[in-house]
């Protein structure tokens, strides 16, 4: 049976509840899916390509099996380029030498791990040097988060919670040597948050909280006719001036809710970044704060836990193709870019 039906009492007849069966597939359950290198290769290629291989360099159809590859699997050859390629080129995979079922046994652990999973966890669990895995893990953070805000939140009779939050610690607890003069947001990373009620979730980081600043990205990012619903802050006045309706409530007054206007909806998706943050990966650089935010935005968007497994996980591997992050800009000096550069799902 798909569901297990339940009798409250077994006096009343035919009074039944229904539960819905665990949509979570158990680690030893996905790698006998995924026990050898060709289960994995194939699964990648399925997802890319579906049933017939595509040159990632010209675009043709016309693929052959690749002779020169030897005894090395998955290669192929385009008979229009005369290129040879595997389902790694044009990926966030390409040129890396990590095996793909180690590849994939990341993905799971990104997907079915609530707050996140460190760098050296990870790397006991697949057995890969802690260097290498953090940069597995960039890897797929940076997919998560590269162009991918094609999409709008709210609509006529839609409701959009917004809110900004700090990040990258406090400065009581850092090193003398490190420690910032000023208060509130400065040495921290600033960012914007915006909720649809029942629907999909942003995070942006942002150069300040600035009227003009914030009200660039809710014009760039919540349709028009949206109801806003956000506390107090100067920063959202004059906001309806631009086409949107707007609700407050006081949080200085303990004000948590005032008829429609509420932000509990993006204090959720604070709470799973911060526990993230102080539980698992313990500091953000403001360098790589956006890949942080992609991966935890992804888990309340497609990633979430009702889910099935294997849907989310397909959902990860489709923003993996047409994207690259060599070693040299993931670690290289951070050049002063605009903060809006940086946005995440």
Same mark, same amino acid.
């Given at each position: 049976?798909?569901?297990?039906?339940?009798?409250?009492?077994?006096?009343?007849?035919?009074?039944?509840?229904?539960?819905?069966?665990?949509?979570?597939?158990?680690?030893?359950?996905?790698?006998?899916?995924?026990?050898?290198?060709?289960?994995?290769?194939? %699964?990648?290629?399925?997802?890319?390509?579906?049933?017939?291989?595509? @040159?990632?360099?010209?675009?043709?159809?016309?693929?052959?099996?690749?002779?020169?590859?030897?005894?090395?699997?998955?290669?192929?050859?385009?008979?229009?380029?005369?290129?040879?390629? !595997?389902?790694?080129?044009?990926?966030?995979?390409?040129?890396?030498?990590?095996?793909?079922?180690?590849?994939?046994?990341?993905?799971?652990?990104?997907? !079915?791990?609530?707050?996140?999973?460190?760098?050296?966890?990870?790397?006991?669990?697949?057995?890969?040097?802690?260097?290498?895995?953090?940069?597995?893990?960039?890897?797929?953070?940076?997919?998560?988060?590269?162009?991918? %805000?094609?999409?709008?939140?709210?609509?006529?009779?839609?409701?959009?919670?917004?809110?900004?939050?700090?990040?990258?610690?406090?400065?009581?607890?850092?090193?003398?040597?490190?420690?910032?003069?000023?208060?509130?947001?400065?040495?921290?990373?600033?960012?914007?948050?915006?909720?649809?009620?029942?629907?999909?979730?942003?995070?942006?980081?942002?150069?300040?909280?600035?009227?003009?600043?914030?009200?660039?990205?809710?014009?760039?990012?919540?349709?028009?006719?949206?109801?806003?619903?956000?506390?107090?802050?100067?920063?959202?006045?004059?906001?309806?001036?631009?086409?949107?309706?707007?609700?407050?409530?006081?949080?200085?007054?303990?004000?948590?809710?005032?008829?429609?206007?509420?932000?509990?909806?993006?204090?959720?998706?604070?709470?799973?970044?911060?526990?993230?943050? %102080?539980?698992?990966?313990?500091?953000?650089?403001?360098?790589?704060?956006?890949?942080?935010?992609?991966?935890?935005?992804?888990?309340?968007?497609?990633?979430?836990?009702?889910?099935?497994?294997?849907?989310?996980?397909?959902?990860?591997?489709?923003?993996?193709?047409?994207?690259?992050?060599?070693?040299?800009? @993931?670690?290289?000096?951070?050049?002063?870019?605009?903060?809006?550069? %940086?946005?995440?799902?």
């Amino acid at each position: 049976m798909d569901y297990y039906e339940v009798c409250d009492e077994p006096d009343e007849p035919k009074k039944k509840k229904t539960y819905k069966p665990n949509t979570a597939m158990s680690e030893d359950e996905f790698r006998r899916k995924f026990s050898t290198e060709a289960k994995a290769r194939a %699964y990648y290629e399925k997802r890319r390509w579906g049933s017939k291989p595509k @040159c990632p360099y010209c675009g043709s159809i016309q693929i052959g099996i690749w002779k020169g590859g030897g005894m090395r699997k998955g290669w192929y050859k385009c008979h229009g380029c005369n290129k040879a390629f !595997t389902v790694r080129v044009g990926t966030i995979m390409e040129r890396s030498h990590i095996p793909l079922r180690k590849w994939l046994l990341a993905e799971y652990y990104i997907v !079915t791990v609530r707050k996140g999973i460190s760098g050296l966890e990870l790397s006991k669990k697949l057995g890969v040097t802690q260097k290498n895995i953090w940069f597995l893990h960039q890897r797929i953070r940076h997919a998560l988060g590269a162009e991918n %805000y094609d999409y709008m939140l709210g609509g006529l009779g839609k409701i959009v919670d917004g809110d900004e939050t700090y990040v990258c610690g406090r400065n009581k607890n850092r090193h003398s040597n490190k420690k910032i003069i000023g208060s509130g947001p400065v040495g921290k990373g600033i960012v914007l948050g915006m909720v649809e009620r029942g629907g999909r979730k942003k995070a942006i980081v942002v150069s300040d909280t600035e009227r003009e600043t914030i009200r660039r990205e809710i014009n760039k990012h919540i349709r028009k006719n949206t109801l806003l619903s956000t506390d107090e802050g100067r920063h959202y006045i004059g906001i309806q001036k631009d086409g949107y309706k707007h609700r407050t409530c006081n949080h200085s007054a303990k004000a948590w809710v005032n008829g429609k206007a509420s932000t509990n909806g993006v204090e959720s998706m604070w709470a799973l970044l911060k526990r993230g943050f %102080y539980g698992i990966y313990h500091k953000f650089s403001m360098k790589h704060l956006p890949k942080y935010l992609a991966e935890s935005v992804f888990r309340l968007n497609e990633g979430q836990c009702k889910y099935l497994t294997m849907d989310r996980i397909d959902a990860l591997a489709g923003y993996c193709w047409d994207k690259r992050l060599t070693w040299e800009d @993931c670690v290289g000096e951070w050049q002063d870019r605009e903060p809006q550069m %940086y946005e995440m799902r």
